[in-house]
């Protein structure tokens, strides 16, 4: 079978898939389709293969031709040669009837022995042309048995695929026949399908009644169940806001009893504070009045001499100096403290500091002639004094004093000096 008829074939094959197969021929199809792919490849090689060999045999002939050619020109040298010889007997004949002449024989030999030579390379020339024609036309022929070689490939090939064609036509008939048979199957099923959804139609209109009977019952609870839902719910709400009025009245109640009882506290140690500032007050004035006795007993005692060149010493007058408790920072905030300087974040302190680290009544400063004290009013973040928390602490002039993170520096500056 030729390139033709395979293709014919192959055409009405994939005509009777695309017209008479169901689904189930797809796999076929595909093969079917891989086939024609392959045999359009085999027959397009198959023209290039034909294409070059019938170039290369027309190459071959052009080359018998020349062969010819170069084998009658060669003859033809040939046969000069002969004459050649010819000529040159003759000519030796001459020369022997011409030894009378030794000069007109030397210059004919020199020119019959230039014309031989020339005629020796013109032929030595002819032959290796004609042995490298013979090489060309050898390498043809090998072409050309090489090309008859692929032909015999790809008639082989072309053998193969017709097998693999009578094969999936002899698949294609098994599918032809397995696709009647569901054809059939199908048939059978959408009749029996019919009755089922016949069946199904019926089942549906009572099911529909059922269903609105159903319904007609929940919506019903559902009514019940929403109206206990919001009893419930109004219920959980006025027990939630009971518990959290009792919280307030619980957390107020507390509040309140903090409040009154920090006023007291304070109270009290604010007395106690004034007590020992007072019974200090009296030991510090009991020891200058001691200072100042002794002093002056010493004077008495000295020489008169010796006091003439003896300059006299003062002190500062505490009365003349002021304590001061400045807020460090840009800019500095002076405060001077009074007798008794309270510390807080409320408005009634002497001084306010508002911010959360500070407590309503943080501390209290009080301040006598001769020295001062801060105590911390129970706080929660506690006075510094120096780096060291503390909660009662005599001040010295330069002490670094932390009120919660507020930074302060106390210190006693003169009013007016004497001597």
């Known amino acids: 079978m030729g390139f033709r008829n395979l293709r014919e074939a192959l055409g009405a094959v994939m005509g009777r898939l695309e017209h008479d197969t169901p689904p189930v021929a797809t796999k076929e199809r595909a093969s079917a389709a891989q086939l024609r792919a392959a045999l359009a490849e085999v027959e397009a090689r198959s023209e290039e293969r034909r294409l070059a060999l019938e170039s290369r045999m027309q190459d071959v002939g052009f080359m018998r031709i020349q062969l010819r050619v170069r084998n009658a020109r060669i003859a033809a040298l040939e046969k000069e040669v002969s004459d050649l010889g010819g000529a040159l007997s003759q000519r030796n004949e001459q020369i022997g009837e011409m030894k009378r ?3 007109f024989l030397n210059d004919t030999i020199a020119a019959l022995t230039a014309t031989v030579a020339e005629r020796d390379a013109s032929t030595a020339a002819l032959k290796a042309m004609q042995l490298a024609e013979g090489e060309t036309l050898a390498a043809r022929q090998s072409d050309f048995a090489r090309g008859i070689a692929e032909s015999e490939v790809l008639r082989k090939n072309l053998g193969t695929l017709e097998a693999a064609l009578a094969a999936a036509t002899t698949r294609l008939a098994q599918e032809e026949a397995a696709a009647l048979v569901a054809l059939e199957l199908r048939n059978s099923m959408e009749a029996s399908i019919g009755e089922q959804r016949q069946r199904i139609a019926r089942l549906e209109g009572e ?10 019952s929940l919506a019903a609870a559902a009514a019940v169940q929403a109206e206990h839902l919001e009893q419930g719910a109004r219920l959980a709400t006025v027990t939630a806001r009971v518990l959290e009025l009792e919280a307030e009245a619980l957390d107020q109640v507390h509040a309140l009893s903090a409040l009154q009882e920090e006023p007291r506290v304070s109270n009290e140690r604010e007395r106690d504070l004034e007590g020992d500032l007072h019974a200090a007050d009296s030991i510090h004035g009991l020891e200058a009045d001691l200072r100042m006795k002794g002093a002056r007993r010493d004077e008495l005692a000295k020489p008169h001499d010796d006091s003439r060149g003896t300059s006299a010493t003062h002190e500062v007058d505490p009365e003349g100096a002021a304590p001061l408790f400045i807020r460090t920072g840009e800019p500095e905030v002076v405060h001077v403290l009074g007798r008794k300087t309270t510390i807080g974040r409320t408005p009634e302190n002497d001084v306010q500091i508002d911010a959360q680290y500070i407590s309503r009544h943080h501390a209290v400063i009080l301040a006598e002639r001769t020295h001062t004290i ?10 510094i004094v120096n780096g060291r928390r503390v909660l009662r602490q005599s001040l010295k002039d330069g002490d670094i004093v932390l009120i919660g993170k507020a930074p302060f520096r106390f210190a006693v500056r003169p009013v007016a000096a004497r001597r």
Do not use: H, K, W
């Not at 099911?207 to 007609?216: I, W």
């Not at 801060?374 to 929660?380: A, K, Q, Y």
């Open 374 to 383: 801060i105590e911390d009013l129970n706080s929660t973040n506690g006075v």
């Open 207 to 216: 099911l529909a009644g059922v269903v609105r009977d159903r319904d007609a």
């Open 101 to 103: 002449d030794p000069v």
